[in-house]
Nanobody, 120 residues
Framework: QVQLVESGGGLVQPGGSLRLSCAAS????????MSWYRQAPGKERELVAA????????NYADSVKGRFTISRDNAKNTVYLQMNSLKPEDTAVYYC?????????????WGHGPPVTVSS
């Protein structure tokens, strides 16, 4: 059974930090690229950060570059999102995604999303 279990969300003041974790099970974690998406109220889901299966390359939305860092530990089947200098506009539900292309098929798994609220 595939599971992506996120943790680390919550309420933080502007300028603060949070670290999200996503623990994976039920599939070969090291074969999947991992990403964090977010969805704010009334807005579409957007890609925040992504990391390749071996962790060699990362990609970030312009809005979080220099503030957020994605990393992974394939030995622990876990991906992280370190969020620093948080702003009210970072308030959203954050979703962990696992993605793999195999032949002509794409495989996607999603977590349920921890809410992050940035407010004073």
């Amino acid at each position: 059974q595939v599971q992506l279990v996120e943790s680390g969300g919550g309420l933080v003041q502007p300028g603060g930090s949070l670290r999200l974790s996503c623990a994976a099970s039920g599939f070969t974690f090291s074969s999947y690229a991992m990403s964090w998406y977010r969805q704010a109220p009334g807005k579409e889901r957007e890609l925040v950060a992504a990391i390749t299966s071996a962790g060699g390359r990362t990609n970030y939305a312009d809005s979080v570059k220099g503030r957020f860092t994605i990393s992974r530990d394939n030995a622990k089947n876990t991906v992280y999102l370190q969020m620093n200098s948080l702003k009210p506009e970072d308030t959203a539900v954050y979703y962990c995604n696992a993605h793999r292309e195999l032949g002509f098929r794409g495989y996607d798994y999603w977590g349920h999303g921890p809410p992050v609220t940035v407010s004073s």
